[in-house]
């Protein structure tokens, strides 16, 4: 067997480190000889080889979809990759809703929404809904949590308001859609305002999405992102955590709460 060499690590197809990637995209035009020509010569050009068309079809009128084998030299050293993950103990839903309830005193008070032109709910709702997702079961039926779920195509000042009406501990923001990077413009706009109205200290911001990283959301000021496959004892976990975390440090919170408005139970 080819060993693995993780200063220079290649995708693996068929057989260690020989590159081969899947590749799919659409072309504006219609399928045919050319149209197959042009996406293999596309692909070359982004530095690809031994490019096969494995599929091409037509997707509406005028537009071709392809689906390409290739290969890549190109390799990264993945020693010296970064990347932030959250290490949380896994406790399930009766360990966490019996801790929250012992250690935090009360239910943690949740305030979740799609902002902006977004209206993918399922994936909120798989964390926040009773049924859950994936056998695990929905932050709403834990007696620690107090969940309010706002649903879609929510403006960010309102998301606000309710977090500061329901006395939230946490804002719960989901972003699908990623076209044109909405999803960073609308991460980006709750922490302006939030800041705008002097609350940024007051939250935790969670943030959630197929195209979210844990990465990109500490960039933008989040506490934590929850990307693909993430479940809701994954997000309980972490808010248990974290509130427990406040709540060792609540001196110093006193003094915060004062200077941005934080309250104080
Ligand atoms: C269902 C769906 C819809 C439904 C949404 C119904 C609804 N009520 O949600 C409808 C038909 C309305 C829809 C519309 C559109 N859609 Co759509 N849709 C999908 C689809 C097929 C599935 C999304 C989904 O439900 N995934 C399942 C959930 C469980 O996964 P998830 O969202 O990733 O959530 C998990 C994590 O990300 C995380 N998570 C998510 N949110 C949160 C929040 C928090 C706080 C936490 C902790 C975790 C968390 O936890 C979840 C569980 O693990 C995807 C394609 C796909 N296969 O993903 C396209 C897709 C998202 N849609 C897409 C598009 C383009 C659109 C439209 C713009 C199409 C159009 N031209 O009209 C519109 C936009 C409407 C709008 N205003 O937003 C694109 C987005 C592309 C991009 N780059 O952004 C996709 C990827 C399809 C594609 N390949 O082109 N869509």
Known sequence: MAEINLTQLLPYGDTTNDGAVQ????LPVEPSAKAREAATQIVRNWGFFDVKIAHMSQI???YSFFVVMARSDKSIDYTRV?????????????????????DVKRPIRLVGACTGFDAHTVGLDAILNMKGFDGDIGLERYKGFKVVNMGS???????????????ADAILLSKVVSQKDIHIHDMRDLITKLKKRGLENRF???????RVTHKLALELGYDAGFTIGSRPSDVANFLYEK???????SPQNDKETKKSGKRKD
């Open 204 to 210: 935790l911001l969670v943030v959630g999405g197929p």
């Open 82 to 102: 970064e990347a932030p993950q959250l290490n949380l103990e896994k406790r399930d839903y009766k360990e966490i809703d019996k801790s929250i309830l012992k």
């Open 243 to 249: 509130m427990l975390a406040k709540l060792d440090k």
């Open 23 to 26: 590749l799919s995209f659409t």
């Open 60 to 62: 509406g009128i005028g």
């Open 153 to 167: 195509q929510i403006p960010t000042e309102e998301l606000i308001d309710r977090a500061v009406k329901e006395n």
